[in-house]
């Protein structure tokens, strides 16, 4: 059996999220050296992640990293990771996907116009349509501390009476939301950004070992559909940061339902389509383009 050394970044869900690749790995006698990073996004407190002005916010110090041969498998988040990937790696494994939807998490004495907290500019705009009695106001820090700032109720001096956070990663950490009121938004209300709640272990090309070794793992439903959804975001030129969701379900017959929807600042373009993938793709992007969809609005 081999070395790995696994890098992730080093927050308590990047590492938490990974742990099942990594025992994995370990219960098929491999040797798992574990390597945390902390990214430009994660030392980004200043703002929106929109005003950080660069890509791979959470992935490049990763990709540096493997590219220097300083580690051989990578665990992402799948939203974070943009769309053009590093020469001479491989997608190792895309596993099951987690609850892909976001949760909006209050406090229960909130005002009639609360204020809540989010960095997304596709949750504040998406959002704003089902909630446009609600003020918003960026928030930044791992998701324990959002919540620890809503249980205060207080954001840099300024009252906060909610947050919105991604399903996947309050499961996967097992936090107490006691004494909070938690409700799962609808993908009428809100389309989780493209590929949210799935993960992607990549390798270097050298390492075909690492993908065999994970392919009991991958998970093609998953595969299929977040893939679609990150074509969307390609057909239309964007990057991981921009208002979209996405989202592909299976259906019988190797058929998907494909939906999708552009936050601009005063509208929310939508699209749907089902049939085949790339059917529902090319409907899906057409759709937009009728709208006159383009990143400049």
Do not use: Y
Request: proline residues 6%.
């Amino acid at each position: 059996m081999s070395r790995i050394i696994v890098g992730t970044r080093n927050s308590l869900l990047a590492m938490g999220q990974a742990r099942p690749m990594v025992d994995w790995l370990k219960a098929q006698g491999h040797e798992v050296i574990w390597k945390e990073f902390t990214t430009h996004g994660d030392r980004w407190l200043a703002g929106p992640l929109e005003k950080a002005g660069a890509t791979g916010l959470f992935t490049k110090e990763l990709e540096d990293a493997q590219a220097a041969r300083e580690v051989d498998l990578l665990i992402h988040s799948l939203k974070d990771v943009s769309m053009e990937r590093p020469a001479g790696t491989l997608r190792a494994c895309i596993p099951l996907r987690e609850d892909p939807f976001d949760l909006l998490i209050l406090r229960p004495d909130r005002p009639e116009h609360p204020t809540l907290g989010t960095s997304a500019v596709r949750r504040e705009r998406m959002l704003r349509q089902a909630m446009p009695q609600a003020r918003f106001t960026w928030i930044r820090g791992n998701v324990p501390t959002r919540l620890q700032r809503v249980r205060d109720g207080i954001l840099r001096e300024e009252p906060l009476h909610g947050t919105l956070l991604a399903a996947a990663g309050v499961k996967r950490l097992a936090l107490d939301l006691s004494g909070l009121e938690v409700r799962p938004l609808s993908p009428e209300e809100l389309l989780p950004a493209p590929g949210q709640g799935a993960l992607l272990a990549e390798t270097r090309a050298d390492r075909p070992d690492i993908v065999e070794a994970l392919r009991p793992l991958h998970h093609s439903d998953t595969a299929l559909c977040v893939d679609l959804e990150r074509r969307v975001l390609a057909g239309l030129g964007g990057g991981c940061q921009q208002p979209l969701g996405a989202l592909a379900e299976v259906l019988e017959g190797g058929r998907v339902r494909l939906r999708a929807a552009f936050a601009q600042e005063d509208r929310v373009v939508h699209a749907q389509a089902e049939g085949e993938p790339d059917e529902a793709l090319g409907s899906v992007l057409a759709q937009f383009r009728a709208e006159g969809l383009t990143w400049a609005h």
